[in-house]
């Protein structure tokens, strides 16, 4: 679904392209919140008398049946009474607002996704530093942070993207995907690849079209290398009202072997489409394709693809120490302690969470409804790029995080990006893409 790890994430401001999780906008007054408290129904005899209590505001309504039956058993297990409260669609902001009003009936447990969350509602969040369920996680790229250090919010799913490569058409080539750990060796093998296309029945890389159903994958998820990395050396850590552009010339790397390496003429992209690119892939016509975690459906159901020939590998360009970069991911799916519950229900809260995690009823729901969770006893996805993502998280590779979501008038901003690399790709120079690039930055920022 085009809507699926580091510091960097707390000025996540919006995330435009692929929603792994509902927006959280003030709600239609109409629209109701469906609310099921759990704790209701009178815990098996045997369950033990537990002290404090869970209060859960989730924000997911695709997720509130399964929260009530997980809910449900924790009780039964425990006796702990969870209650949760789920708000309708695109109503969160408002009825958290509501709810955190009712003092000591407000929510235990609630969402807080994003930097702008975080600035609301940061004095309330539990820190979660020494806590059990802290310890179980996998990576701090996906959390939020205070200015402090303190541990404000855990992300707990998250979406992912990189370049999908036909696993058995790789090595039909004669290449193996352990032989691709950085910019030169994925060069290599895409430029042996092309050149015996005729040969091999398929070429290198799917088309990169210009075409506004395929640009956001270049003019945004590309576009997220040089940024990252400069936003990395830079300390970032709110949207800047400029960019130097100081590693345009990685990305102009991988913009040259895609368009260089394809059976679509460059000149002929400002027409490709994401359809046609995702078809090229699917029907064996090329190695790789640029995407992400939400194409997994399409190419084993629509095209019929065996997961055992898919993997996904992280976007080389060519950068320093990329041979130790995971595949780009982020989340607005963070879970906050409120830190102005009674301190019985704090614990109540932070136990729940832990089983959550480590328990096979709670770490098979979340397999089932979120996908990976990064988690140390997460439940393997059947999506094998969710997948790889966690075993390149388990070796302990960087996340190269989502820093596009600090773009300023994102649309105005991606339009001059996809039109100078239309440009290019069809014979003008890569100072166009520069100037749009970065002056487009300046411009953009001061214009929103």
Sequence with gaps: ?????????????????????????????????????????????????????????????????????????????????????????????????????????????????????????????????????????????????????????????????????????????????????????????????????????????????????????????????????????????????????????????IWDLYINNSATDPTQLASATGDQAQAEFGEGKAVFFQNGSWEYANLTTKFGMSPDNLAMIPIYCGVEGESNAAVSAGTENMWAVNSQAAPENIQATLDFLNWVVTSDEGTTMMAEQFGPIPFKAAKASANVFFNDANEQLAAGKYVVTWAFNFTPNVDNWRAGVVAALTQYSAGATWDDVVTAFVAGWATQYAAQ
């Design 1 to 253: 679904m085009k809507k699926l790890f580091a510091l960097i994430l707390i000025a996540m401001l919006a995330f435009a392209c692929f929603a792994c999780t509902p927006a959280t906008q003030a709600p239609a007054t109409e629209e109701p919140v469906a609310e099921a408290p759990v704790a209701a129904e009178q815990p098996a005899a045997e369950a033990p008398v537990a002290a404090g209590k869970v209060y859960y505001l989730n924000f997911k309504p695709e997720a509130d049946s399964a929260w009530q039956t997980l809910a449900a058993q924790y009780t039964a297990l425990t006796g702990v009474p969870v209650t949760i409260v789920t708000a309708a669609s695109g109503t969160y902001s408002e009825t958290l607002t509501a709810e955190m009003d009712k003092g000591a009936a407000a929510p235990t447990l609630f969402q807080c996704g994003n930097k702008a969350g975080l600035d609301t509602w940061g004095d309330f969040c539990y820190d979660f530093t020494g806590t059990e369920v802290y310890a179980q996680q996998t990576t701090d790229d996906f959390n939020l942070f205070k200015e402090t250090g303190e541990v404000a919010c855990l992300g707990y799913c998250y979406e992912c993207y990189g370049i999908i490569v036909n696993t058995a058409l790789l090595e039909q080539a004669g290449h193996s995907l352990s032989g691709i750990t950085d910019f030169a060796s994925l060069k290599a093998v895409a430029e042996d690849i092309h050149s015996r296309a005729a040969e091999l029945g398929f070429d290198a890389f799917t088309s990169s079209g210009m075409d506004g159903s395929s640009s956001w994958r270049f003019s945004g998820h590309l576009a997220n290398m040089p940024l990252f990395y400069e936003f990395r050396d830079d300390g970032v850590t709110e949207q800047p009202a400029t960019i130097t552009g100081k590693y345009l010339e990685n990305y102009k790397n």
